[in-house]
């Protein structure tokens, strides 16, 4: 076969500052190529990315004897900036902590960008810087993505899915069944601040506050924890549902009880405000940057201190303990002094806060 | 402490087989529980899922020597069901098939549903099961996932993410930059199946076609075809962009040139019909089970008689060659004998196909 010599490679058009997303970004043509090259692989430079494969290549966990470790979470948070954070920060923590529950070190992200036609690049670019900054101070790199792009209307800006891969450290056993009676639950800081920071950042409140949201990766708290703490039962960070929604599946999951003290939860006095002036319950709204985590007595100091040593876990406390009584249910100790059952969250409190 | 004892544990409420999606779906309470209950859990049987964590535990892989392979997805196809597929069977495969090009063999796959307030729970109980049937054909456990619901008219349906992870076998190195001089380029079956199934789904062609969706899982024809031909050199499948940008993709990757027979091109009678009323070219069309296969010419035969065996590979054919000439070119000998530049496709064509 014959054929004539033909000139180099094409270089791909710069991006101009004012451009938005066109339905031909989503082809995976030369326009989806040049938005990669100029927006996602000037911030993500992992080699594995760059390598320009459908897939990445992941280092095998360094023993036989680990577990790994996956989770997959879709954001879609409403607006895309807020104080404390963004979809992009949002999207790297998320799933950063709900794989370092599991006491795992997270390693590997992927992710995936839907984006609606008319969104504009540069927004774009911002969240994508913030991804790149949040997962450099995790420690986890971004090593496939996949980008799409749907007509206006069809979806709402820049919805983001994220999965992290990591593994396990031998001798660590840490999941939701995992809670026994006796053990005391901690709670690492204040609740609430994420839920109300994204209403407040809505205009939904009526009113102004300060509130930021606590959006962070914990895995450096959880290894922390851990070196101090080796026999944590369960860990989990109380998202969607809140503290008391959280509370509830490990209560079920592991078959026991729960007691918990009302007067102990720490939660800041502006979260209070809004929420009575809202008719929320604190107990009930989402967090972003808080851990749950359920310890034997014998070592529930020592996870304290652990917890309160770090940036993301100064106002830690102990606030209950799980108990044999009322299996699958929470109980609260309540302000006035009585008791009464915690339940799960029913039905939408806040949408679209994760 | 003291408090009462309480009754058990809550029932979930049956979702009516008429219900749709509202926002307390997405909300993680009870609402979200019970949906995933209900929808996810009754076809989603994979142990790590049903263990209710936020973490999914998977077993290493089978050798410290091994590297581990992962992907992710977006899947935003219009309509939601279309001749020869759905958004359920598309996200099991596009995934599976993006793992399995790097010779992987795919383990496991994490899925995150956004779905539109207002959503019918019949239409995504359908999709979920052929998401079931699909990953049981592949092989692949789905182990994480995360459901999402944002209001009306800031969605369309459902989107579906999907990330794979698997692992490759030793002695196996498959990946875009391994093209060498010499080597044959096979495709493994009719081309442009795919776009024109979704595009007449949508009502868009402006007359009837037959034509059905390739989509299929392709994990199992890469493993028989390494059994015959263990030095393939790269493997990829031509989605978005066709079959002339995944090769241009493939070529730059590689540093050489490429040069295609159009003659020698599979495409069914009605895709190039409708292609030609449209003013579209096949070869930019997406496909989602088809496989382009490029092997050192020794292997070539034992290659093509391996794909052709499988279900998925009955019209396989070898369709070209790799040059030195030409470097991250394509060149393709046309059908009236000339040879022109096949470049990658510049904007949108099809769009949401996938």
Same mark, same amino acid.
Request: glycine share 10%; hydrophobic share 40%.
């Given at each position: 076969?014959?054929?004539?010599?033909?000139?180099?490679?094409?270089?791909?058009?710069?991006?101009?500052?004012?451009?938005?997303?066109?339905?031909?970004?989503?082809?995976?043509?030369?326009?989806?190529?040049?938005?990669?090259?100029?927006?996602?692989?000037?911030?993500?430079?992992?080699?594995?990315?760059?390598?320009?494969?459908?897939?990445?290549?992941?280092?095998?966990?360094?023993?036989?004897?680990?577990?790994?470790?996956?989770?997959?979470?879709?954001?879609?948070?409403?607006?895309?900036?807020?104080?404390?954070?963004?979809?992009?920060?949002?999207?790297?923590?998320?799933?950063?902590?709900?794989?370092?529950?599991?006491?795992?070190?997270?390693?590997?992200?992927?992710?995936?960008?839907?984006?609606?036609?008319?969104?504009?690049?540069?927004?774009?670019?911002?969240?994508?810087?913030?991804?790149?900054?949040?997962?450099?101070?995790?420690?986890?790199?971004?090593?496939?993505?996949?980008?799409?792009?749907?007509?206006?209307?069809?979806?709402?800006?820049?919805?983001?899915?994220?999965?992290?891969?990591?593994?396990?450290?031998?001798?660590?056993?840490?999941?939701?069944?995992?809670?026994?009676?006796?053990?005391?639950?901690? &709670?690492?800081? +204040?609740?609430?601040?994420?839920?109300? *920071? $994204?209403? #407040? !950042?809505?205009?939904? /409140? @009526? =009113?102004?506050?300060?509130?930021?949201?606590?959006?962070?990766?914990?895995?450096?708290?959880?290894?922390?924890?851990?070196?101090?703490?080796?026999?944590?039962?369960?860990?989990?960070?109380?998202?969607?549902?809140?503290?008391?929604?959280?509370?509830?599946?490990?209560?079920?999951?592991?078959?026991?009880?729960?007691? &918990?003290?009302? +007067?102990?939860?720490?939660?800041?006095? *502006? $979260?209070? #405000? !809004?929420?009575?002036? /809202? @008719? =929320?319950?604190?107990?009930?709204?989402?967090?972003?940057?808080?851990?749950?985590?359920?310890?034997?007595?014998?070592?529930?100091?020592?996870?304290?201190?652990?917890?309160?040593?770090?940036?993301?876990?100064?106002?830690?406390?102990?606030?209950?303990?799980?108990?044999?009584?009322?299996?699958?249910?929470?109980?609260?100790?309540?302000?006035?002094?009585?008791?009464?059952?915690?339940? $799960?969250?029913?039905?939408?409190?806040?949408?679209?806060?994760?």
């Amino acid at each position: 076969m014959e054929y004539p010599e033909m000139q180099g490679p094409v270089c791909p058009m710069p991006l101009k500052h004012d451009q938005k997303i066109v339905m031909g970004h989503g082809s995976g043509g030369k326009m989806s190529q040049d938005l990669i090259q100029q927006v996602f692989q000037s911030e993500f430079t992992s080699t594995a990315l760059l390598a320009g494969n459908d897939f990445a290549y992941l280092a095998p966990p360094p023993s036989q004897n680990v577990r790994m470790v996956t989770s997959v979470d879709a954001h879609i948070v409403s607006p895309l900036f807020f104080p404390g954070g963004d979809i992009g920060k949002l999207s790297i923590c998320g799933t950063v902590n709900d794989v370092a529950v599991s006491g795992a070190i997270p390693q590997y992200i992927t992710a995936a960008f839907i984006l609606e036609e008319g969104f504009e690049i540069d927004t774009l670019q911002k969240i994508v810087h913030s991804m790149k900054l949040t997962a450099e101070e995790a420690g986890v790199e971004i090593v496939s993505g996949d980008t799409k792009v749907v007509e206006k209307g069809k979806a709402d800006g820049v919805f983001i899915t994220t999965t992290g891969i990591g593994y396990v450290p031998e001798g660590i056993l840490i999941h939701g069944a995992n809670a026994q009676p006796g053990d005391k639950i901690i &709670i690492s800081g +204040n609740i609430g601040d994420h839920g109300i *920071a $994204v209403l #407040a !950042a809505r205009g939904d /409140l @009526g =009113f102004q506050t300060n509130v930021e949201s606590d959006t962070a990766p914990l895995n450096h708290m959880i290894k922390e924890l851990l070196l101090a703490a080796p026999n944590v039962h369960v860990l989990r960070d109380p998202t969607r549902g809140g503290l008391a929604t959280t509370l509830n599946e490990i209560a079920v999951q592991s078959n026991v009880g729960m007691l &918990i003290d009302e +007067n102990t939860v720490p939660i800041q006095q *502006a $979260v209070r #405000a !809004a929420s009575e002036m /809202l @008719g =929320f319950d604190p107990l009930y709204i989402a967090n972003e940057g808080k851990l749950i985590v359920i310890v034997p007595e014998q070592e529930a100091q020592a996870a304290l201190k652990a917890i309160q040593t770090n940036q993301y876990g100064q106002n830690a406390t102990i606030i209950g303990e799980v108990t044999t009584k009322n299996p699958k249910r929470v109980l609260l100790q309540t302000y006035i002094g009585g008791t009464r059952i915690l339940d $799960v969250m029913s039905g939408e409190m806040l949408p679209r806060i994760c």
